[in-house]
């Protein structure tokens, strides 16, 4: 592994953040004597992503960022379904929102992206949903919690809350990232039978 100088170090009482860029990204958490490295993005070295197929949606505000996430799939040979909107039109987020929830309900698909200006009507749709664990991300800790311990299956991001070069890391670190499984396992099984069941 090439040698890294850090770009930037954030601390707080309880916290150290070491960001190092030099065409990678990294992101290293210290805390008091104990560390982790949660998240490493070597564009030299092909990371290890989920190839598993996906469903998008979106709503008008969101149109922009689908489109540059969806040729990104693309580029990394992913298939895609993409259940619209397919333009700036203004539309109701939750049609979108619903046809999404539901293919992965039932579970035709394992995986779907939800977009719209905020993230949180697509969110609050989508969770409706048995079997659905939606999770809103603006940042990539929890694009990457939301994997290892929520086992999420929707990513949603909001178009016009989280910009769309931090939007695809956040994209790409999601569909690196496995579940856990474990404890973690045990409780998603409390709640994911519960909600509506596609009609
Ligand atoms: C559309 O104006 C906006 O309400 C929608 O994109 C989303 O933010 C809803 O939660």
Not at 1 to 24: D, G, H, W, Y
């Amino acid at each position: 592994m090439k040698e890294r100088m850090p770009c930037a170090i954030i601390t707080t009482p309880s916290l150290m953040m070491v960001l190092f860029c030099q065409n990678e990204s990294i992101i290293l958490f210290l805390q008091g004597q104990r560390g982790f490295l949660l998240y490493f993005n070597d564009e030299s070295e092909e990371m290890d992503i989920n190839k598993t197929p996906i469903i998008v949606g979106n709503d008008h505000a969101a149109y922009g960022l689908k489109e540059k996430i969806k040729s990104y799939l693309i580029e990394k040979d992913i298939d895609v379904e993409d259940a619209g909107t397919h333009n700036e039109d203004s539309v109701d987020y939750s049609d979108f929102g619903i046809r999404v929830a539901a293919e992965v309900s039932t579970g035709k698909f394992n995986r779907g992206i939800l977009l719209c200006g905020t993230g949180i009507g697509m969110s609050m749709v989508a969770n409706k949903f048995s079997h659905v664990r939606a999770a809103l991300c603006s940042g990539l800790f929890s694009a990457i919690m939301s994997r290892r311990h929520n086992n999420s299956n929707i990513l949603v991001i909001g178009a016009r809350v989280t910009g769309s070069d931090l939007a695809m890391e956040i994209v790409s670190a999601w569909l690196s990232t496995p579940f856990d499984g474990g404890r973690h396992q045990l409780r998603i099984e409390k709640f994911d039978s519960l909600g509506e069941a596609p009609k």
